[in-house]
């Protein structure tokens, strides 16, 4: 049926609501399936590699293992569906629907996220990759820059050298995640919790932080110009290196935190807590309000 194309795919659902085919390790790789309903239908272990699937619905869908690499799911609709292991590098997901969807132990490098929705949706349910296992999910070099991702989770996921630039991240879960080198300038980050978090060399310029953790948050030669860390809580981080200009720092917690070097120029530091942090060869040149215990 699915070789008569979507169209008359779709008209023989929309005849039979009660026909739910089993597509678990079907074959369609590079097919042209756009705008096919699939909604809810069983599809472990289906290889879609390369398959054109632009605008398709895919609801509630069991993509268990399914092999999306490269396949075009720009549009699609992927609200609650579930991708445990699924393989999609390369994939284009831009302005996608993910509210909901389970990507535990999923392929995401070099997938796109341009623009894709990933929050909480109707249901209240956020795109979730839900505690366990580790790493949660791989997003080597994987592109969210836009994205719609306020509380996503993404603890322990592998997400080296990942384009996040200029996306709604807001009270997202990334702890204990490697961020190094990633790309997160622009981003809203409120409210975000990087616990633990690999940083090293990551862009965080003109990003938002405002009220996020980043408890023992290793930012080693990270770029933190212009970036919001007001009423951030970066108790025992490691900032040495890390490229400080035009930051704010109003009432932070930096208690315990690795200074060393570290260079505050025209920096807000007022009310911010450095609390037994290492402040040897620190300077606070222009900034407003240095240490306020310097120890």
């Not at 616990?195 to 003109?206: F, I, K, N, Q």
């Not at 009220?211 to 948050?217: G, I, T």
Request: proline residues 2%; glycine residues 10%.
């Amino acid at each position: 049926m699915l070789e008569a194309g979507p169209e008359a795919w779709n008209l023989h659902r929309t005849l039979h609501a009660d026909w739910l085919p089993d597509l678990s390790g079907i074959n369609a790789h590079s097919r042209n399936l756009s705008g096919i309903n699939l909604d809810g239908l069983n599809l472990t272990g289906a290889n879609l590699a390369g398959a054109d699937l632009t605008s398709a619905r895919l609801s509630e869908s069991i993509m268990l293992r399914a092999n999306l690499a490269e396949a075009i799911l720009y549009r699609a609709n992927l609200t609650s569906a579930d991708l445990l292991g699924a393989n999609l590098t390369g994939a284009d997901l831009s302005d996608s629907l993910l509210s909901g969807a389970h990507l535990k132990g999923a392929n995401l490098t070099g997938a796109r996220f341009h623009r894709a929705q990933l929050s909480e949706g109707p249901s209240g349910m956020g795109c979730t990759v839900p505690a366990a296992v580790s790493p949660i999910c791989v997003a080597e070099r994987a592109d969210f820059s836009g994205a719609d991702a306020g509380g996503i989770d993404l603890r322990n996921s592998c997400l080296i050298g990942a384009i996040l630039e200029r996306g709604n991240f807001r009270a997202a879960v990334f702890t204990g995640s490697e961020l190094k080198s990633a790309k997160l300038s622009g981003a809203d980050l409120s409210g975000a919790d990087f616990t633990g978090a690999l940083l090293a060399y990551a862009d965080l310029s003109r990003a938002r932080l405002r009220e996020a953790k980043l408890l023992r948050a290793d930012l080693y030669a990270a770029h933190l110009e212009n970036t919001d860390f007001t009423r951030a809580d970066l108790t025992e981080a490691d900032l040495f290196g890390a490229r400080l200009r035009g930051s704010s720092f109003r009432h932070a917690v930096l208690v315990g935190a690795n200074l060393f070097r570290a260079v505050f120029r025209d920096c807000d530091c007022e009310g911010a807590d450095f609390t037994s942090a290492n402040l040897r060869g620190a300077s606070f040149a222009a900034s407003s309000s240095g240490p306020r215990r310097p120890m």
